[in-house]
Protein backbone atom coordinates (compact mmCIF):
# COMPACT_ATOMS: atom_id res chain seq x y z
CA UNK A 1 0.00 0.00 0.00
CA UNK A 2 1.12 3.11 -1.07
CA UNK A 3 1.71 6.44 1.31
CA UNK A 4 -0.61 9.03 0.69
CA UNK A 5 1.86 12.17 -0.96
CA UNK A 6 0.67 15.01 1.17
CA UNK A 7 1.59 12.65 4.55
CA UNK A 8 5.16 12.12 3.41
CA UNK A 9 6.53 15.47 4.96
CA UNK A 10 4.62 14.94 7.94
CA UNK A 11 6.42 11.39 8.13
CA UNK A 12 9.55 13.26 7.45
CA UNK A 13 9.06 15.98 9.72
CA UNK A 14 8.00 12.73 13.16
CA UNK A 15 11.22 10.91 12.02
CA UNK A 16 13.13 14.23 11.91
CA UNK A 17 11.76 15.23 15.82
CA UNK A 18 12.31 11.58 16.98
CA UNK A 19 16.30 11.49 16.12
CA UNK A 20 16.59 15.39 17.14
CA UNK A 21 14.80 13.51 20.50
CA UNK A 22 16.87 10.55 20.95
CA UNK A 23 19.98 12.37 19.92
CA UNK A 24 19.67 14.85 22.89
CA UNK A 25 17.80 12.50 25.63
CA UNK A 26 21.07 10.06 25.07
CA UNK A 27 23.47 12.30 26.87
CA UNK A 28 25.37 13.08 23.27
CA UNK A 29 24.92 17.12 23.49
CA UNK A 30 24.42 19.19 26.31
CA UNK A 31 20.46 19.51 26.60
CA UNK A 32 21.36 23.11 27.98
CA UNK A 33 22.59 24.12 24.45
CA UNK A 34 20.67 21.99 22.21
CA UNK A 35 17.21 21.39 23.94
CA UNK A 36 15.13 17.95 22.90
CA UNK A 37 11.59 19.08 21.16
CA UNK A 38 9.91 18.02 24.42
CA UNK A 39 11.68 20.83 25.87
CA UNK A 40 10.92 23.19 23.51
CA UNK A 41 7.03 21.83 23.90
CA UNK A 42 7.23 22.03 27.68
CA UNK A 43 8.32 25.78 26.90
CA UNK A 44 5.13 26.36 24.92
CA UNK A 45 2.45 25.17 26.99
CA UNK A 46 3.84 26.79 30.01
CA UNK A 47 4.05 30.25 28.34
CA UNK A 48 0.45 29.61 26.56
CA UNK A 49 -1.03 28.71 30.17
CA UNK A 50 0.89 32.21 32.09
CA UNK A 51 -0.13 34.22 28.63
CA UNK A 52 3.10 35.53 28.06
CA UNK A 53 3.56 34.19 24.71
CA UNK A 54 0.53 35.46 23.84
CA UNK A 55 0.77 38.69 24.99
CA UNK A 56 3.90 38.72 23.51
CA UNK A 57 2.54 37.62 20.31
CA UNK A 58 -0.05 40.60 20.32
CA UNK A 59 2.27 43.42 21.38
CA UNK A 60 4.99 42.57 18.36
CA UNK A 61 2.19 41.67 16.23
CA UNK A 62 0.62 45.66 16.99
CA UNK A 63 3.89 47.27 16.70
CA UNK A 64 4.71 45.12 13.52
CA UNK A 65 1.15 46.16 11.79
CA UNK A 66 1.25 50.11 12.54
CA UNK A 67 5.60 49.99 11.78
CA UNK A 68 4.94 48.70 8.30
CA UNK A 69 1.61 50.48 7.37
CA UNK A 70 3.79 53.94 8.14
CA UNK A 71 6.50 52.60 6.04
CA UNK A 72 4.23 51.44 3.28
CA UNK A 73 2.54 54.92 2.89
CA UNK A 74 5.53 56.70 3.03
CA UNK A 75 7.20 54.26 0.37
CA UNK A 76 4.77 54.00 -2.50
CA UNK A 77 4.09 57.59 -3.25
CA UNK A 78 8.07 58.67 -2.80
CA UNK A 79 8.53 55.29 -5.22
CA UNK A 80 6.22 56.69 -7.80
CA UNK A 81 7.86 60.66 -7.08
CA UNK A 82 11.05 58.62 -8.09
CA UNK A 83 10.00 56.83 -10.99
CA UNK A 84 8.43 59.74 -12.78
CA UNK A 85 11.22 62.28 -11.70
CA UNK A 86 14.86 61.56 -12.88
CA UNK A 87 15.74 64.61 -9.86
CA UNK A 88 14.27 62.30 -7.51
CA UNK A 89 15.60 59.18 -8.87
CA UNK A 90 18.90 60.42 -8.94
CA UNK A 91 18.67 61.54 -4.92
CA UNK A 92 16.07 60.28 -3.11
CA UNK A 93 16.14 57.07 -5.06
CA UNK A 94 19.76 56.58 -4.91
CA UNK A 95 19.74 57.20 -0.98
CA UNK A 96 17.24 54.56 -1.09
CA UNK A 97 19.27 52.20 -2.48
CA UNK A 98 21.91 52.87 -0.33
CA UNK A 99 19.89 52.58 3.01
CA UNK A 100 18.48 49.20 2.45
CA UNK A 101 21.93 47.67 2.56
CA UNK A 102 21.93 49.45 5.88
CA UNK A 103 21.79 46.85 8.66
CA UNK A 104 18.53 47.35 10.51
CA UNK A 105 20.18 46.62 13.74
CA UNK A 106 22.19 50.09 12.55
CA UNK A 107 19.07 52.33 13.12
CA UNK A 108 18.79 51.13 16.96
CA UNK A 109 21.56 53.75 18.35
CA UNK A 110 19.43 56.37 16.29
CA UNK A 111 16.36 55.23 17.69
CA UNK A 112 16.92 55.31 21.44
CA UNK A 113 19.69 58.51 20.93
CA UNK A 114 16.28 60.21 19.38
CA UNK A 115 13.53 58.92 21.31
CA UNK A 116 14.93 57.26 24.19
CA UNK A 117 13.45 53.63 25.73
CA UNK A 118 10.36 53.90 24.37
CA UNK A 119 7.57 52.97 21.91
CA UNK A 120 8.44 55.58 19.87
CA UNK A 121 11.67 54.38 18.98
CA UNK A 122 11.14 50.38 18.24
CA UNK A 123 8.68 52.44 15.10
CA UNK A 124 11.02 54.50 13.84
CA UNK A 125 13.37 51.15 13.39
CA UNK A 126 10.20 49.30 11.64
CA UNK A 127 9.69 52.38 9.71
CA UNK A 128 13.37 52.61 8.56
CA UNK A 129 13.29 48.77 7.69
CA UNK A 130 10.30 49.12 5.66
CA UNK A 131 10.18 51.83 3.74
CA UNK A 132 13.57 51.85 1.55
CA UNK A 133 12.64 48.18 0.28
CA UNK A 134 9.04 49.88 -0.46
CA UNK A 135 10.23 53.10 -2.58
CA UNK A 136 12.89 50.53 -4.74
CA UNK A 137 10.13 47.78 -5.53
CA UNK A 138 7.89 50.71 -6.55
CA UNK A 139 10.02 52.74 -8.20
CA UNK A 140 11.25 49.69 -10.44
CA UNK A 141 7.65 48.44 -10.88
CA UNK A 142 6.30 51.69 -12.64
CA UNK A 143 9.45 52.24 -14.57
CA UNK A 144 8.80 48.44 -15.82
CA UNK A 145 5.25 49.63 -17.01
CA UNK A 146 4.81 49.01 -20.80
CA UNK A 147 5.78 52.42 -22.36
CA UNK A 148 2.79 51.40 -25.03
CA UNK A 149 0.33 51.39 -22.43
CA UNK A 150 1.20 55.01 -21.00
CA UNK A 151 0.67 55.86 -25.29
CA UNK A 152 -1.94 54.31 -25.88
CA UNK A 153 -3.67 55.96 -22.66
CA UNK A 154 -2.70 58.81 -23.80
CA UNK A 155 -4.01 58.98 -26.99
CA UNK A 156 -7.08 58.34 -25.88
CA UNK A 157 -7.31 60.97 -23.28
CA UNK A 158 -5.67 60.03 -19.73
CA UNK A 159 -4.13 62.31 -17.92
CA UNK A 160 -2.59 62.67 -14.36
CA UNK A 161 -4.48 61.25 -11.87
CA UNK A 162 -7.06 58.68 -14.02
CA UNK A 163 -3.84 58.06 -15.64
CA UNK A 164 -2.45 56.83 -12.57
CA UNK A 165 -4.91 54.94 -11.11
CA UNK A 166 -6.27 53.52 -14.02
CA UNK A 167 -3.24 52.28 -16.13
CA UNK A 168 0.46 52.80 -14.25
CA UNK A 169 -0.59 51.51 -10.84
CA UNK A 170 -2.92 48.06 -12.20
CA UNK A 171 0.40 47.28 -14.25
CA UNK A 172 2.67 48.13 -11.97
CA UNK A 173 0.61 45.99 -8.96
CA UNK A 174 2.59 42.31 -9.47
CA UNK A 175 5.67 44.47 -8.57
CA UNK A 176 4.72 46.39 -5.69
CA UNK A 177 3.12 44.08 -4.10
CA UNK A 178 6.00 41.87 -4.31
CA UNK A 179 7.86 45.00 -2.80
CA UNK A 180 5.03 45.02 -0.18
CA UNK A 181 6.01 41.39 0.85
CA UNK A 182 9.30 42.26 0.82
CA UNK A 183 9.14 45.45 2.61
CA UNK A 184 7.19 43.03 5.26
CA UNK A 185 10.31 40.59 5.60
CA UNK A 186 12.40 43.52 6.60
CA UNK A 187 9.64 45.37 9.12
CA UNK A 188 10.01 42.12 10.97
CA UNK A 189 13.64 41.80 11.02
CA UNK A 190 13.91 45.09 12.32
CA UNK A 191 11.30 44.83 14.69
CA UNK A 192 12.67 41.61 16.39
CA UNK A 193 16.13 43.98 16.33
CA UNK A 194 14.53 47.28 17.95
CA UNK A 195 12.56 44.56 20.85
CA UNK A 196 15.98 42.73 21.74
CA UNK A 197 17.96 46.22 22.10
CA UNK A 198 15.16 48.82 23.35
CA UNK A 199 13.48 47.96 27.10
CA UNK A 200 10.05 48.98 27.02
CA UNK A 201 8.51 48.76 30.46
CA UNK A 202 5.33 49.25 29.03
CA UNK A 203 4.93 46.15 27.13
CA UNK A 204 7.44 42.93 26.27
CA UNK A 205 7.08 41.35 23.06
CA UNK A 206 8.80 38.60 21.42
CA UNK A 207 12.28 40.16 20.96
CA UNK A 208 12.13 41.44 24.74
CA UNK A 209 11.10 36.85 25.29
CA UNK A 210 14.30 35.82 23.08
CA UNK A 211 16.58 38.16 25.06
CA UNK A 212 15.23 37.27 28.44
CA UNK A 213 16.13 33.49 27.13
CA UNK A 214 19.44 34.60 26.50
CA UNK A 215 20.05 36.29 29.33
CA UNK A 216 18.74 33.10 31.49
CA UNK A 217 20.46 30.90 29.35
CA UNK A 218 17.10 28.96 28.81
CA UNK A 219 18.08 27.69 25.23
CA UNK A 220 14.42 25.97 24.82
CA UNK A 221 12.81 29.72 24.91
CA UNK A 222 15.05 30.96 22.46
CA UNK A 223 14.49 28.15 20.10
CA UNK A 224 10.53 28.40 20.90
CA UNK A 225 10.41 32.31 20.00
CA UNK A 226 12.32 32.06 16.82
CA UNK A 227 9.84 29.17 16.16
CA UNK A 228 6.75 31.80 16.54
CA UNK A 229 8.65 34.28 14.91
CA UNK A 230 8.67 32.14 11.74
CA UNK A 231 5.18 30.65 11.87
CA UNK A 232 3.93 34.14 12.38
CA UNK A 233 5.69 35.41 9.08
CA UNK A 234 4.56 32.18 7.16
CA UNK A 235 1.11 32.89 8.12
CA UNK A 236 1.26 36.40 7.02
CA UNK A 237 2.35 34.98 3.72
CA UNK A 238 -0.71 32.53 3.52
CA UNK A 239 -3.38 34.94 4.72
CA UNK A 240 -2.57 37.86 2.88
CA UNK A 241 -0.33 37.95 0.50
CA UNK A 242 -0.22 34.90 -1.43
CA UNK A 243 -3.86 35.05 -1.78
CA UNK A 244 -3.40 38.56 -3.56
CA UNK A 245 -0.41 37.31 -5.65
CA UNK A 246 -3.37 34.28 -6.95
CA UNK A 247 -5.55 36.46 -7.46
CA UNK A 248 -3.43 38.79 -9.48
CA UNK A 249 -2.01 35.91 -11.99
CA UNK A 250 -5.83 34.80 -12.22
CA UNK A 251 -7.16 38.33 -13.27
CA UNK A 252 -4.05 38.07 -16.12
CA UNK A 253 -4.93 35.10 -16.92
CA UNK A 254 -1.59 33.41 -16.33
CA UNK A 255 -3.25 31.02 -13.32
CA UNK A 256 -6.83 28.91 -13.52
Not at 36 to 53: N, Y
Not at 154 to 174: C, D, K
Not at 182 to 204: C, T
Amino acid sequence: MKTPRALVPAVIGLLILGGWEWFVRSGRVDDVLVPAPTQIGEWFWSALRDGSLASATWVTMRRLMIGFLIGAAIGIPVGALCARSSLARDTIGILSLGLQTLPSVCWVPVAIIAFGQNEAAVLFVVVMGTVWAVVIAVQESVLSVQPLYLRAAMTMGSRGWHLWTRVIFPAALPGIISGLKQGWAFAWRSLMAAEIFVVILSGFGLGSLLHAGRELLRMDQVVGVMLVVVGVGLLADLIFFSPVERWLRRSRGLER
